[in-house]
């Protein structure tokens, strides 16, 4: 009885530091001016955004955004915010969306949180690969069960968050509010290991809820590690390399391609704006890949130019951010202007 008296209450600590929201250490960052573009994505009539959960875009600029509404919907939008096409209607993945990315191939991903699935798209709109199970209908609705989490698995998922890949392809997912672990599949979808476990933790190499992951040119993978209040860096093989936890409760990351490569990462307000969040959180951070922060931008606000729980960025080009809130239903391109200081916070 003790034992499962000492579990259950450090499930609720841990329930507890998930739904709280942390303001960041780091001090006398400096502030990084943007503007953002008015009206940017156009969608034809009668069709509307819910909360928009992922954003990306492809090698021609073209914009993708998975939202939930009445249904979950994948959109694309050209590069001036001009509604193209949707994608995947009423495929057998869709339930609750939760991110969406683009591989350097041009491929569209996405990882759905309802039905513990990441589904891979070509260019042309097809599903050509798959990970994860979406429980049977069959089974009837699961049993939630307040004892410990049955053990992780190697090809199911438990709420997934968030998709990315190294150079040669390897696919790294974070699994995310059900498990709490980072795992490393091959090009082909074979399982090659994982760090974390169906269980939260706040020790290095532990997550509770690893909500978005990137990684860098050399295959470093970045964890935003968001109700542990930090970001964990690991190698390719999943072992750990540093630890950022002066930027608040990280929500999500984006490392922008090219020679010099920059860390975004958001310390989102929550959802619901909890009394004071608005005060302590809201920000977005510009790093460099060792965790020395350039600047920080924006803020809680339900109006323009501020953000309502952004939930996901693209940073393709690192002066042109893209963000997808949550509870304003809406996605924003942000165009930054030089920081104000030369940066010095770590």
Known sequence: MRRCLTYLSALLALAVSAFAQTKAKAQNVPEIGYESVPNFLKLPPNLYLGESMGVATNSKGHIFVYTRSANTRLFEFDQNGTFVREIGEGNYGFEFAHSVRVDPQDNIWVVDEGTNLVMKFNPAGRIVMVLGHRPDAVEGALATTNGPAPPAQKYILGRPTDVAWDPQGNIFVSDGYTNHRVVKYDKNGRFVRQVGSERPGSEPSQFNTPHGIAVDAQGNVYVA??????????????????????????????????????LFTSNSNPNGNGPGTWDITGEIYKMELDGTIVGRFGHASKEFRGFQVVHMMDCRNPNEILVAEIESWRVQKLLLKPPASPSASR
């Not at 542990?228 to 490392?255: E, K, P, Y």
């Open 225 to 262: 590690d968001r109700a542990n209040h930090r970001i964990q860096v690991l190698d390719n093989n999943l072992v750990l390399r540093a630890i950022f936890d002066n930027i608040g409760d990280s929500w999500t990351v984006c490392i922008s391609p090219g020679p010099h490569q920059y």
